[in-house]
């Protein structure tokens, strides 16, 4: 039996279409229950903060709940392989930060590889790290917590989870500096910081969402950001770099999917994420904590991961760090 050549092409261009019509449907109809947003964090921490931002937008903005839900233990493995062996489907998501990147060079027996085994959705935003110490030191400069550190060494001591940025922005500032602020190693961010607040710990590196509010406060004393240039959440406040050229250690945040992830979901939520980016309220609110709005599309964020993850690569050869 013959088809008509205009039978032929008329099934020929709706069988092409039919995939581009089933992708459409299925961004459309997501998402259809709630969605987990999971963070290898503890509550109150910067990544926590942040990631409870942007759930409460998708919530508002996709009409379905964003889940947020803390996972904390490994330097944040622990939730990012509960991420890694859930279902492709877009309902179980991770909130990363730039630990995800560390990790894959500090930590010898993952059961994962990172890069190989996530796929990148959307990155939110950078922020500093601030260089604060307990207000009971007589410590008002980077230059004098050098010269102290020097002139005492071994004294001082700074509180970080065993892997992160944290830990790592510590270890370069030791590198750069020529010093030796000892690292205590926490379970979580947030006790470290209760430490130094009340001085069982004297330096902290942390995130600046974390510390901002402990620093405009008073509780803290802050005496640098780790990112080039100042931050206009704390203009006052010199970078790091003024004092030791070259050092730059700030961090990212980004949303990741597991792997094999319907490219449609992953399209979605990225152009959502960016809307949030784009919106004035959420902007100020990031602003308010530093943090700086990085859109993107899914492969530009795939090739920072690789970046990010060959830089700090080096920085943990060379300092000899490994956490098994």
Same mark, same amino acid.
């Given at each position: ?144 917590? $050098?010269?102290?550190?020097? @002139?005492? &060494? ?5 509180? #970080?989870?065993? *892997? !992160? %940025? +944290? ?105 959502? $994420?960016?809307?949030?980016? @784009?919106? &004035? ?5 990031? #602003?308010?904590? *530093? !943090? %700086? +709005? ?31």
């Amino acid at each position: 039996m013959k088809f008509p050549r205009r039978h032929f092409l008329r099934l020929a261009a709706g069988a092409g279409a039919f995939p581009v019509a089933s992708r459409i449907a299925t961004a459309q109809a997501y998402p259809s229950r709630p969605v987990h947003l999971i963070l290898g964090y503890a509550p109150g921490s910067a990544p926590d903060i942040v990631a409870r931002l942007f759930g409460q937008w998708l919530s508002q903005r996709l009409d379905q709940q964003f889940i947020i839900e803390n996972r904390p233990g490994a330097a944040s493995n622990i939730g990012t392989e509960a991420v890694i062996r859930a279902v492709p489907d877009g309902y179980t998501l991770l909130y990363a930060t730039t630990a995800n990147a560390i990790n894959a060079a500090l930590y010898e027996k993952l059961n994962f590889n990172f890069i190989r085994d996530i796929a990148p959705v959307a990155s939110t935003i950078h922020v500093p790290n601030l260089v604060a110490v307990n207000q009971s030191l007589p410590i008002n400069s980077i230059a004098q917590l $050098i010269a102290y550190a020097k @002139a005492n &060494p071994g004294r001082l001591n700074f509180g #970080a989870p065993t *892997g !992160g %940025t +944290v830990l790592l922005t510590g270890v370069l500032f030791n590198m750069m500096a020529g010093v030796s602020i000892v690292h205590v190693p926490y379970s979580n961010q947030m006790q470290a910081v209760t430490d130094l607040i009340a001085g069982r710990v004297q330096v902290s590196f942390d995130a600046m969402p974390t510390t901002i509010e402990y620093a405009r406060a008073g509780k803290l004393r802050a005496l640098a950001v780790t990112t080039t240039t100042r931050s206009p959440a704390l203009p006052d406040v010199p970078s790091v770099r003024e004092f030791l050229p070259g050092y730059d250690a700030s961090s990212w945040h980004g949303i990741y999917a597991p792997r094999n992830t319907p490219a449609e979901v992953v399209e979605r939520l990225n152009t959502e $994420i960016n809307a949030g980016l @784009a919106d &004035p309220r959420l902007k100020e609110q990031l #602003a308010g904590l *530093g !943090g %700086t +709005v990085a859109p993107g599309t899914p492969a530009k964020f795939g090739r920072f991961l690789a970046e990010e993850t060959e830089k700090w690569a080096k920085v943990v050869k060379f300092a000899g760090l490994k956490a098994d």
